[in-house]
């Protein structure tokens, strides 16, 4: 649906390879599901798009922090459990 901007980045990338489709509301979520269940070759071309695309970006935070970890003293990248145990 459109409630998506906690991943739009993601999102994005997924419509953009046409690897998903966005609906706007149940109705177009029961056709959709229709039109992939009625054509399933359709339906295993989108799966592969998408689950080649999910595997390129696979590590791609990993790939970030190593860009930007240099810039940062350990205590501030350490996960907030960590932190908060040391007090």
């Known amino acids: ?10 999102v994005d990338i997924l419509l953009d390879g046409n690897a998903a489709r966005m609906v ?3 109705a177009e979520l ?4 229709l039109d992939l ?3 399933p070759v ?10 080649r695309i999910v595997i390129e970006h696979k590590g791609a935070s990993e790939r970030i922090m190593e860009l930007i ?4 003293t350990p205590e501030q990248i350490a996960p907030r459990e960590a932190r908060s145990e040391g007090t």
């Open 30 to 33: 029961e056709r959709v599901v």
């Open 1 to 10: 649906g459109p409630h998506i901007q906690n991943f739009q980045e993601s």
């Open 69 to 72: 970890r240099p810039h940062f």
């Open 42 to 51: 359709a339906a295993e071309k989108m799966g592969a798009r998408a689950r």
């Open 37 to 39: 269940a009625a054509d």
């Open 24 to 26: 706007e509301d149940a």
